[in-house]
């Protein structure tokens, strides 16, 4: 399954088999947790500090108290590569739930929260991102607090379920036609040499790649408006394109069975693709300028 057997359980590096939690888990019982999804390239993370102070503010955001300073997770974190010896291209999978208690709504007091992480491969998405990739359009029937990374996800695998059905790799989401984000990475439009996405509110998640797009567009002068856009304007648009830890940047070629623009991977996608792969350091003859 490419999966390593050493795994992170509160801060004591243990085999995966003799993980076990209780029944009476809240992560199980009420997804009452967090997690983060960090990029590896040859043994070394993507973005680590974007992702480390995105799980804390996740924490806050549920009132969750995190074991660990960032700098101790950070620490931890590395170990975990070191630990299983890990060259490859892969990523983390970091859980935080509140504890195992008896269950009840309420918080039970002086809990310790459960944490855990461990690596797994993962390669790079080399066919999707030289071709694009087919979308379709699903209600985002989420909460109003997207901007939480927690594990309450049934809306977001239930989207992601109707694009594969559908053959396609992923689910644009939108409230009444305004187009907010994907069912698990960030989306962006492209027209007249402009960047459109979604502000920076409670109804996405700040991607951490999303930032670093951010930062690739001021480089590239390429101008960044945090502008929701509509699925009317995805029709007339000359690109359209998608961010996340494991798909990088993603061109989107078709919407509901109809082409993007010309149906192809389109000039500034391609910019932001090498503009990614600079600063993750990993320039490839795959993704064509
Ligand atoms: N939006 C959602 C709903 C996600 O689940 C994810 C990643 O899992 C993203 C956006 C992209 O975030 P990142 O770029 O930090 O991977």
Redesign the pocket.
Known sequence: MGVYPVVLSQAKFVHRDSLKYPFEERGLQFGDGIY????IYRGNYY?LT??VE?LFRSAKAIKLELPYTKTELTELLNGLIKRNQMTEDGKVYLQATRGSAPRDHVFPENLTANVYAYISKQARPLNQLEHGVCTITERDI?WEK?YI?SLN?LP?ILAKQTAKEKECYEAI?HKDGLVT??????VYLVKDGHIYTHPVTEN?????????VERFSEKLNIPFIEEAFTLEDIKSADELFL?????EVLPIVKVDGAPVADGKPGPISKKLQAAYEQDASIQTETVKQ
């Open positions: 983060e999804v960090i990029r973005l974007e992702h995105r989420r997207c990374k996800l977001n989401l984000e994907c069912s698990s990475s960030n996405i998640l700040h991607g951490c790649v999303r930032m670093a961010t996340s830890s494991t798909s």
